[in-house]
């Protein structure tokens, strides 16, 4: 049986190949969202990005994603996202209904991990929320396989 770093590692390699010589970050984002979507079905309920926006005072506006409706804005002071913007790193939460001002944009997620995504200059971007309808669904290895895409999501990609 494939292990879970190894399914990470395939759709690293999978995500590397399609966005290879694209410059959109959009689009780079967008790959990202539908292949580990499409990796881990039983487990990634909502996966998308929400990326900061530089038109805002530390607010994330929703990016590309897979999944139910997402809410369109999260203000950094509010939330999982809106907490790993702030610490500008990753947050694995295993039971939601127990962290402090967690945005329900869907009443089905249960646990989430949060992963920060910057730029080639290291300023954060985005993040990326993966969220699951079971109680603690994410672990180390999620954390070490997302940080790893995210790491060079946008390396080669100079325009949003
Ligand atoms: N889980 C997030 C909100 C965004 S969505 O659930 C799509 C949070 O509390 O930051």
Redesign the pocket.
Known sequence: MTTKTERYNDVAREIAAVIDGEPSRTARMATASCLLSLAFPETYF?T?F?VVDPNKEAELV?GP?Q??L??LR?PFA???????ATQKQTII?KD?HA?P??????SQ?NS?I?VPVFDEVGALFAVL?V?STALDSFDAQDKAGLESICKTLLHGAPQT
Do not use: K, L
């Open positions: 909502w998308g929400y929703v994603y999944g139910t997402g809410c999260i509010r939330g999982v996202c809106g907490a790993c939460v939601v962290f001002g967690h945005i329900a944009c869907d997620t989430e949060v929320d969220d």
